[in-house]
């Protein structure tokens, strides 16, 4: 593995005097590294904003699209629940759906087309030196633009259902904070193991699937809480350790039922974010000068 | 255990300083190897049905061996070889996108790129768009692109196709934009791969004198090309590799003798690839 280092106050991918030599740690840099992707952070929004615009959904049309599509799909899983529990669910039950289904797939929409982000960045990643890492990002960056007409879809909803807005709400500020760091991570980490093995993508539509059957969206903590054997109590039991629970949990305290999120959930939530964020952001960093080879 | 005195760092440092002003490209024994796979899109469900089977798919290429040799600031260095000889990974190497095994790369300047592939980022954006995109990706800023974007748009001669997905454009336009992105980027070290025979016979006289403008100036080149007619013409030094390794530098007409005569084609095949 090798890298590249400039001299004092230099500039690694631009300024007037490079180095390039192997070293064995396996990653640049990390400081002047993240300084740069700061620096050219302009790249990953000009991408995302190209992107949206060659998918048209930066039009009214494609706005709509991106607030019908999780809609309906919100629609389909009422249905299901509603159906599994014998025709008991509420209105309420809508808004607790919605608003958790709306940040999972956020979440692993990130993660998605973060898979992508390298194996479509090909002909710019054998010609230009620059941090990869601006390639997952502009795709997080991506999937937050897409997330955000879903919030106000919520909020309406919200306003037609639960019917009351507090000031917990605005938890939801760092639940979303946290919700994009490990989204950076998860990103960054799928971006790596997609250039080693090309179907990673295809796999993760059933991944995801089953994350999300194991995840606190169709279902609440608190309706599993009285099972003392069986699926519902395993996952009860278990379902601390979902990476997304912690996020899931501490929106659903904040919003929907409008009180302060316990701590309990906001450390599981930034523990599990900024984990999956060093994790994801080595292995990319520790991959990445292998990319120009392996496309 | 060797130690320094203040006075010696001061003169070590004055060399590196006075040898950075005069040398451009610094290349010193410089290994390149690589694995790779078989494989064209290599697969999770492929490494798992092959398990057991104790096939090997991944092949180290030693792409570039002991390769040495610098350039000094507004000096035009050429390299040929035939084809598999390591010209293109030594171009990205020295652009840092490709790391060295071992050895060492000293650059001193801004560099830029005109390899093989070309610019085009997103073939489903603009023309317009994927300079932006380019430009921004190596560094420059917003500001900057604007100003050169309109010099860069007339010299490729894309008019209307700029605003037009890159994937209408023919071959040739494509070229002719990646040509006018790369020698309108201010570089100190241009590095081309290539790609100087880009579009038709007008655009070709085009980029030439373009080129011999940039050579005027006083620009660094590195230029790979199989025309050794315009090795000849623009360079003022060559090296000839051959499977990996550096078998000769000199003067361009030493080197495209002594690189004819050993692939038996004679002299007048120059002619024939020039533009």
Redesign the interface.
């Known amino acids: 593995?090798?890298?590249?280092r400039t001299s004092a106050g230099g500039?690694?991918?631009?300024g007037?005097?490079?180095?390039?030599?192997?070293h064995r740690a396996g990653l640049p840099p990390v400081g002047p590294y993240f300084r740069e992707v700061w620096?050219?952070r302009?790249?990953a929004f000009?991408?995302a904003r190209?992107?949206m615009?060659?998918q048209n959904t930066d039009t009214v049309f494609g706005q709509l699209w991106l607030v019908i599509n999780p809609l309906l799909l919100a629609g389909v899983y009422y249905l299901l629940i509603s159906v599994l529990q014998g025709g008991r669910s509420t209105a309420a039950d809508f808004a607790t759906l919605t608003s958790g289904l709306f940040l999972f797939y956020y979440i692993t929409g990130s993660m998605q087309a973060g898979a992508t982000a390298v194996t479509?960045?090909g002909?710019?990643?054998?010609?230009?030196?620059?941090p990869k890492m601006?390639l997952p990002l502009s795709t997080v960056y991506t999937a937050f633009r897409r997330y955000l007409p879903t919030l106000a879809v919520y909020l309406v909803i919200h306003a037609l259902t639960i019917k009351h807005f507090t000031l917990s709400m605005l938890w939801l500020v760092p639940i979303l904070v946290l919700a994009t760091v490990m989204s950076l991570g998860l990103a960054n980490l799928f971006a790596t193991l997609q250039v080693?093995?090309?179907?990673?993508s295809s796999?993760l539509p059933y991944f995801i699937r089953i994350w999300l059957y194991l995840s606190p969206v169709l279902w609440t903590v608190d309706k599993l809480r009285s099972a003392k054997s069986g699926l519902h109590h395993t996952l009860y039991v278990w379902s601390p350790i979902n990476p997304v629970f912690g996020i899931l949990g501490a929106q659903g305290e904040a919003v929907i039922d409008g009180h302060r999120p316990g701590w309990g959930v906001l450390a599981f939530g930034a523990g599990w974010s900024v984990v999956l964020f060093v994790v994801g952001a080595w292995v990319f960093m520790s991959r990445e000068?292998?990319f120009?080879?392996?496309l | 255990m060797i130690s320094l005195s203040a006075s010696e760092i001061v003169d070590t440092e004055m060399v590196g300083k006075a040898s950075r002003e005069r040398i451009a490209i610094r290349v010193q024994d410089v290994h390149l190897t690589y694995r790779t796979s078989l494989q064209k899109n290599p697969t999770l469900k492929s490494a798992i049905v092959r398990l057991g089977r104790r096939e090997r798919i991944i092949r180290e290429v030693k792409a570039l061996q002991g390769v040495s040799f610098d350039v000094e600031h507004g000096k035009v260095m050429g390299v040929i070889g035939s084809n598999g000889a390591g010209k293109s990974t030594l171009m990205r190497t020295v652009a840092g996108i490709l790391p060295p095994t071992s050895g060492r790369i000293e650059v001193n300047g801004r560099v830029s790129t005109l390899l093989a592939l070309g610019v085009g980022f997103n073939s489903a954006l603009s023309g317009r768009e994927n300079v932006t995109l380019g430009g921004l990706a190596a560094g420059l800023t917003r500001a900057e692109i604007t100003e050169k974007y309109e010099e860069i748009a007339a010299f490729a001669e894309l008019e209307d196709f700029m605003d037009m997905p890159m994937r209408t454009y023919s071959s040739g336009m494509y070229s002719r934009l990646a040509f006018a992105v790369a020698v309108h980027m201010d570089p100190d070290i241009l590095i081309i791969d290539e790609a100087l025979s880009a579009g038709d016979a007008h655009f070709k006289k085009k980029a030439s004198d373009k080129m011999a403008e940039l050579v005027a100036k006083a620009h660094t080149m590195l230029v790979v090309s199989h025309a050794l007619g315009t090795i000849k013409e623009l360079c003022d030094e060559a090296i000839w590799l051959h499977k990996g390794k550096l078998v000769g530098r000199g003067t361009p007409d030493e080197m495209i003798t002594a690189y004819t005569k050993f692939l038996q084609v004679g002299e007048d095949s120059i002619v024939l690839e020039d533009f």
């Open positions: 593995m090798s890298s590249a500039d690694e991918y631009l007037e005097h490079h180095v390039y030599e192997p620096r050219r302009g790249f000009e991408l190209t992107t615009h060659a479509q960045g002909r710019l990643i054998l010609n230009t030196s620059f601006l080693y093995f090309r179907d990673t796999f000068r292998d120009a080879v392996r």
